[in-house]
């Protein structure tokens, strides 16, 4: 389910929201839909999405802190890339077949393990193709897994499929994009909008540009591709 709730700040925002849903924070995934800062004449707000209790959205990545830092709190599986239950064994299984049947297999073993993450890797020569365009293969694939994990009784878990180190890669991508376009907005003071991304690349944009006084985000669109506008501040 989804539900959207606003703030001063965005910890005030998500405050509210696990108070008023009577959840964890880390019970639910948030997507930052807009930020506005404090000016002269008007007042800042956070405004955010909120996922609770829906495997498999690609939303299901987001770290409440930059991937640098996240990757930290991850347990370390290096001489531990088997399965360690019968959970990880049934989606080492089901990914390994769902590749083959699609006619590009490769080796799948445990990325990293959190208390409700498990990271799945695939090693293969048909990785490009696995990942697709903007990543849209991995994570249709990614939700996948995420559905089968469901059917397990496991929705506790979010199931996150990488290849090629991709989700990294992207990320580094995405905040040089961020700094690029912001420098060409506040040299046009005018705006931007990028192309259509899913909710964490999103929330990775608005969260890298949050602290640029003149620049700030929005996202537009509707459905789970959506753009981010991002324009100088006082353009209208």
Known sequence: MEFE???RTEKEAIDKAAEELGLAKEDFDVEILETQKNGLFKKGFVRIKVHTGTPGLASSDYERQPASAGVSKRETV????VPQNEFEQKMIEFTTGLIEK?????????????????????????SSILIGKKGKNLDALQLLLNIYAGRLGREDVRVILDTENYRIRREESLVRLAYNVAEK????????????MNPFDRWLIHTTLNDI???????EGDGLYKQVRVYYRGFK
């Not at 290096?78 to 890339?81: D, K, L, R, V």
């Not at 006084?213 to 996202?219: F, P, R």
């Open 78 to 81: 290096f001489g531990e890339p």
């Open 185 to 196: 907005v506040r040299e046009s003071r005018g705006s931007m909008l990028l192309e259509p």
């Open 102 to 126: 699609m006619g590009y297999p490769g080796k799948v073993t445990v990325l990293f393990r959190e208390k409700h993450k498990l990271g799945v890797k695939i090693d293969s020569s048909h």
């Open 5 to 7: 709730f606003e703030g």
């Open 213 to 219: 006084g003149d620049v700030e985000t929005k996202s």
